[in-house]
């Protein structure tokens, strides 16, 4: 079996629901400029994903409630997280025993809290690894769960096959995450990749929201409410 076969395969019985790899050689700028110099050097990335549970994400309505955020927190987000991290150690020692080098990047930790992102964007690793586009919400938004997923990334120089290319914007007219935020954290514009994150969407909007307003601080409708992932047509 060879080594991209054995890595999806212990991705798979490890749990991941999607596994992916991505040329880095379209994003380098970009992760140049978020990560530096030594992270931009890596010329593959592994894109894990797990879905949210559907019961978990389907309560977000009633988010107030305290049983409905306490499990969202917990079982939508830290275990999910928890899981992605010893996913990705152990494709990372795995890929390493292979004699190749393996950066597992954390599922959930930030690295600049003043622009409040990851040392590497983990949605651009899935976007070039063909899982889905940049949603007006940002998020990472496959075909088949929306944004109901939570990545993980491994940075490598292992010689592996890349499984896609850049997937283009799919929102169309849709504009329910945008609608639905309470803070109103976005724009509306449409991800273009040479534009800054702050054109769409003001994360300080969100942090603010979930650290003093927010029953319980949880909200996640921009996740609850995206018709991919909820099976609701778009237009
Ligand atoms: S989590 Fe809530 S407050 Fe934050 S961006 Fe999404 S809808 Fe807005
Ligand atoms: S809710 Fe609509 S606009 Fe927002 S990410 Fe989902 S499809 Fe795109």
């Known amino acids: 079996m060879d080594l991209n076969q054995k890595i999806k395969e212990l ?70 997280n928890q899981r992605l991290d010893l996913l990705s150690s152990q494709i990372s020692s795995y890929i390493q025993s292979k004699s190749y080098s393996a950066l597992p990047i954390p599922a959930s930790e930030r690295y600049d809290d003043e622009r409040i992102c990851a040392v590497i964007s983990h949605k651009l690793a899935a976007n070039l690894a063909g899982h889905g586009w940049i949603g007006k919400s940002c998020m990472l938004i496959t075909p088949e769960s929306g944004p109901r997923v939570r990545w993980t990334t491994i940075l490598t120089n292992a010689p592996l096959p890349a499984t896609g290319t850049s997937v283009p914007q799919n929102c169309g007219e849709c504009s329910e995450c945008v609608d639905i935020c309470p803070v109103s954290a976005f724009t509306g514009v449409t991800f273009k990749e040479d534009e800054p994150r702050e054109v769409r969407y003001d994360a300080r909007k969100c942090e603010k929201y979930l650290l003093k307003e927010a029953e319980w601080g949880v909200c996640g409708l921009c996740v609850y409410i995206c018709p991919y992932g909820r099976n609701k047509k778009i237009k």
Not at 53 to 59: A, E, W, Y
Not at 62 to 80: C, F, T
């Open 11 to 80: 991705a798979q019985n490890k749990g991941a629901d999607f596994y992916g790899v991505a040329d880095l050689y379209y994003g380098r700028n970009f992760i140049k400029e978020q990560g530096g110099e030594e992270i931009a050097s890596y010329p593959i990335a592994i894109s894990l994903g797990i879905r949210i549970m559907d019961s978990i994400v389907d309560q977000l309505s009633d988010r107030e409630e305290r049983s409905v955020a306490v499990n969202y927190r917990h079982h939508g987000y830290e275990i999910i």
